[in-house]
């Protein structure tokens, strides 16, 4: 301990009520008593490694139910019963063990810790620098949860661990997302999308960890209260809410495990608290990180992928010329179609109403148009279209001569000009990232007054639009749309080739 030197601020505080601890799952179950300042004791050892990485440890003989915490004077804090600190510039620093007990008593006990000598090295390794941006830079490197999973099969690839998500679970002491992994922007519009409002700015300087969010955070139901002290305001299976205002932490990083560990203070977490403050960095470079909790509360893993905020943005897809074909003879379709506004008999599979002529084969695709609007089949792929290669659209259709093509009825709106359900398929190509605004860049081609009662044979030429690279999305739309007019039509032989 050639470096340090420390003595005793003091006895700081003993009060009996006022406070709301959040008590230790390690706490004895013993008789509830106030805890009193003068029995305050921690000791502190030296690291090997160096002299300026100090490990306190809270040697109060008390064991009734309590819970602490560790003021460690260079910004970081810790609620563990031993906390871990390092010191990379020289001078005083002063430490506080703050101890709360069940019967709502607190005390704190001082000491100030002299650093004699500057110990840059403990900060100045790769893996600081990569995390924070190395001592230049001040304000540090921001980093968020990779939501669109730009930078998932990059870490799948280096790793070779099962991780095919942003943030995923898997068996304990996998390192993968086996169990489940979070496709991208998984969850926008649910409970857990607060997850990508957080932002974690990782600073060298005094090794900060800032958090930036909306005021909530989340994770797993069985460890946010128990483990973690937070206060739950909703659930939904095993996921909850509770508050969390961010704030600033501090972090410490130990470089001689396979894997960096990275340890959090205070009930700090990276997006989602599954049981622990401490990560094993399993990938790191300047732009990416991938982490795992061991979650002992449930017994798995759990791996997050992060990337740098500004990287943080939908890639546009790539142009794919990839055939489609579908003959709806198997109970799951070959071709991932949507249904939307489809009413009870629609199926994919359905008994061929009338297996004559061109079409003889067993199963078709049931189209069912109700009272709704705007029904239609879509399909929408991960690629754009390359029309230059393929860009036609063929299909079999079969329109009964039972439905009622006379009839009129309710229309969305004025624009409406036709109220009648109609003999005609309209198949459209659409932009998908438009969303509902897709139809005003569409193309579409309808084939109508079309012969009823027997099998025919269509083809949607797109070929005119072939130097068109926005569109990724197949709508296939039987009798007419914007109005309420029900109708029966089917559907077979969908292909979408040269």
Not at 245 to 272: I, Q, R, V
Not at 397 to 405: G, H, R, S
Request: charged share 25%; glycine share 8%; hydrophobic share 35%.
């Amino acid at each position: 301990m050639k470096n340090i030197t420390t003595y005793l601020l003091g006895v700081l505080l003993f009060v009996l009520a006022g406070c709301s601890p959040q008590y230790s799952s390690n706490a004895s179950l013993g008789k509830i008593e106030p805890i009193t300042p003068e029995i305050l004791s921690f000791d502190m050892k030296v690291s090997e490694k160096s002299d300026n990485v100090l490990t306190f440890v809270n040697t109060t003989d008390f064991s009734a139910p309590h819970s602490v915490r560790w003021d460690l004077g260079n910004g970081s804090s810790s609620n563990q019963e031993t906390a871990t600190a390092q010191y990379p510039r020289a001078g005083e620093y002063t430490v506080t063990l703050f101890m709360y007990a069940a019967d709502g008593s607190e005390a704190s006990l001082s000491k100030v810790i002299t650093i004699k000598e500057d110990d840059f090295s403990l900060i100045d390794t790769p893996t600081y620098n990569m995390l924070t941006g190395g001592a230049d830079n001040t304000a540090g490197k921001t980093w968020v949860l990779d939501k669109y999973n730009n930078y998932v099969s990059e870490v799948a690839k280096e790793t070779g661990k099962d991780i095919k998500g942003h943030y995923g679970l898997g068996e304990q002491g996998s390192y993968g997302q086996g169990w489940w992994a979070a496709g991208p922007a998984d969850k926008e519009g649910t409970m857990m999308e607060i997850i990508y409002d957080a932002k974690f700015t990782f600073i060298q300087e005094g090794t900060q960890l800032l958090i930036a969010n909306n005021g909530k955070g989340g994770g797993r139901k069985a460890s946010a209260a128990s483990v973690g002290g937070f206060n739950v305001t909703a659930t939904d299976g095993d996921d909850v809410l509770f508050d969390f205002a961010g704030g600033k932490f501090g972090f410490s990083l130990d470089e001689t495990l396979e894997y960096p560990k990275l340890t959090l203070t205070d009930n700090s977490f990276l997006g989602y608290y599954c049981g622990s403050q401490e990560y094993e960095i399993i990938y790191l470079t300047d732009e990416v990180m991938g982490l795992r909790v061991n979650n002992t509360v449930e017994s798995q893993d759990w791996v997050f992928v992060y990337c740098l905020e500004e990287l943080n943005v939908e890639k546009p897809k790539e142009v794919k010329a990839i055939p489609l074909k579908d003959d709806f003879e198997a109970e799951e379709t070959a071709v991932n179609f949507v249904a939307d506004q489809m009413s009870d008999l629609f199926s994919t599979s359905y008994s061929n109403p009338a297996p004559i002529g061109i079409n003889k084969s067993s199963k078709v695709c049931a189209y069912d148009k109700g009272e709704d609007f705007y029904t239609n089949l879509s399909f929408t792929a991960d690629y754009k279209f390359d029309l230059s290669e393929i860009n036609k659209v063929r299909v079999k259709v079969f329109i009964p001569e039972y439905n009622d093509y006379e009839t009129e009825h309710a229309v969305a709106g004025e624009w409406i000009t036709n109220k009648k359900l109609l003999p005609q398929l309209a198949v459209k190509l659409h932009n998908s990232e438009k969303g509902d605004g897709a139809w005003e860049t569409q193309h579409e081609i309808v084939k109508a007054n079309l012969e009823t009662g027997k099998w025919l044979s269509l083809e949607f030429d797109f070929s005119a639009v072939k130097d068109r690279l926005d569109f990724d999305k197949i709508v296939i739309q039987f009798g007419g749309e914007g109005h309420a007019a029900p109708g029966i039509f089917f559907l077979d032989d969908f292909s979408f080739d040269k």
